[in-house]
Structures are given as structure tokens and as C-alpha cells.
């Protein structure tokens, strides 16, 4: 059994500071509760984040793909089903995430810098199309939300 100490999943946020420019922070998920999913099913680990209306759905980013600077078009969780992509934001950081890696889409309140670049950069890494999972939220709650937020 995973004790609750051990019990959380790491993630990175994208997020835009107060003069516009974009970072990448790396958070963790840690408010997880032992409870059933319901019926017979074993007690489990859960961190319910939240509830509510959402847009699931899932992106094939094909080999060579660049997004150039833009910002996320909602809040938005990020898993990477297969392959591998990156994501630059402007302060210079960027990560490359594989599958499984978790991330937050969070730029929305992001402007331009000197050079014209506003949001992120991201794109497919590789010689495989790199599959995503996306879970768009209500930009009218999430939008500008910084790192930890989401316990």
C-alpha cells in the first residue's frame, strides 16, 4: 500500500508572470485521499482537482511538427500518451516530456516579449508522431493560474 506521504503524481506548469513573461515550474499533486471508486472496488489513492464541464480531446502531433510562439487556447492538462514533445517558454526553459509526463497549459495572460515571442513554443521530438491526451478547463476560473494551484 502506498502511504499517503508517497501518494503524488509530478507535473509542470506553464504559467505567465505579472509583466507577461512565460515560465515552466515543476509542481506535484499531493492532496490525495484513500477512497473507493465505488462498488467492491479497493480503497485508492485520489486527488480530485476538480469537477465540472470540460473538453477532452486528444492530439496527434505529426513528426517534425513545430508550433511556433502561441499561447494555450484554454487551461488545459497535457499528458503525453506516446512519443515525445517540448515546450519552450520564454524565459529560455525548455522541457521534453515522454510518455506519462504530465503538464499545464497555463499562458494565457502571457504578452509579448522584445523579440515578439508570446506564450510558448512547443513541437514533436523524434522520429514517431507524438500522441496527446488534452483536458481543456473553463478559462473563466483557470486562466492565469500559477504554480500551485493544483494540490
Known amino acids: 500500500m502506498v502511504e499517503p506521504a508517497t501518494a503524488k503524481i509530478a507535473y509542470w506548469h506553464l504559467w505567465a508572470d505579472d509583466r507577461g513573461a512565460t ?66 517558454s520564454t524565459d529560455g526553459i525548455r522541457v521534453e516530456m515522454g510518455q506519462g509526463d504530465l503538464a499545464f497549459g497555463g499562458d494565457q495572460n502571457a504578452a509579448p516579449d522584445a523579440q515578439g515571442r508570446v506564450g510558448h513554443r512547443s513541437g514533436a521530438i523524434g522520429s514517431e508522431p507524438c500522441a496527446l491526451m488534452i483536458v481543456q478547463l473553463d478559462p473563466a476560473v483557470w486562466s492565469g493560474t500559477r504554480p500551485g494551484t493544483f494540490k
Open 23 to 88: 515560465h515552466q515550474t515543476r509542481c506535484e499533486l499531493t492532496s490525495f485521499e484513500l477512497q473507493s471508486m465505488g462498488g467492491k472496488a479497493a480503497a485508492q489513492w485520489n486527488d480530485c482537482l476538480l469537477s465540472g464541464e470540460a473538453t477532452l480531446l486528444f492530439a496527434v502531433l505529426p513528426v517534425g511538427w513545430i508550433g511556433e510562439w502561441h499561447t494555450n487556447p484554454k487551461p488545459q492538462w497535457i499528458s503525453v500518451v506516446s512519443g515525445r514533445w517540448f515546450v519552450e
